[in-house]
């Protein structure tokens, strides 16, 4: 990367971490472009040398959470929708510590944007990720497993607001517990006390 990539690649996160901040004290749509670049400590030209206005932002600082939380999976490929065909079935269990664990660490040393992202999901645009993830993996996932078509859509709410609700508690006592209890704690919640 050179001098100039670099200095474009800080104040673009400078941006989105001042947005993430911001979304943790208002809603997005009473965020102005002054408070963001008081907050990332750079004048207005700046930003809209960047951005056309806050929506680019947003769509930039979602591209940035989505990239940040994927870079604790050690084996991005095991995510992928190429391997939903061809794995064993007991890998594409995503209720092991294998993929709980990253998921449960990037909450854990990423507090504030995670508590934003669960504070905001229209403006993140995640029903949609949900939506391409649930067409592009679940799915597939959950035919491989014989589940019937009708009750897919249930059974991945059924797990996603469970992990969810998970997850909004152990923010909201400061993550006092460790990832490994969280991980023991949601396959408890799936499985029963057997695990």
């Known amino acids: 990367m050179n001098k100039s990539e670099s200095k474009y690649f800080n104040t673009a996160l400078r941006f989105d971490q001042a947005l993430l901040s911001l979304l943790d ?30 929506a680019d932002l947003l769509q930039e600082t979602t591209r ?13 490929q095991e995510l992928s929708a190429d391997n939903v065909w061809t794995a064993p079935l007991e890998e594409l269990n995503y209720t092991t510590d294998t993929y709980l664990l990253p998921y449960l660490s990037y909450i854990n040393e990423n507090q504030k ?29 959950l035919d491989r497993f014989r589940y019937p078509e009708d009750e897919r859509k249930y059974v991945m709410m059924f797990y996603l607001n469970g992990l969810t609700a998970i997850v909004t508690q152990w923010l909201e ?14 396959r408890h919640c799936i499985f029963g006390w057997e695990v």
């Open 25 to 54: 004290e208002k809603p997005f749509a009473y965020i102005t472009v002054k408070e963001l670049c008081q907050k990332a400590g750079v004048n207005r030209s700046t930003f809209y040398l960047h951005y056309e206005n806050t």
């Open 64 to 76: 940035y959470v989505l990239d940040q939380f994927l870079s604790y999976f050690p084996n991005k």
């Open 113 to 141: 944007i995670f508590t934003a992202v669960l504070s905001h999901p229209s403006i993140f645009h995640f029903q949609d990720l949900f939506q391409q993830l649930f067409d592009h993996i679940f799915d597939p996932i």
């Open 173 to 186: 006592e400061g993550c006092q517990k460790s990832t490994e209890e969280v991980s023991l704690i949601i």
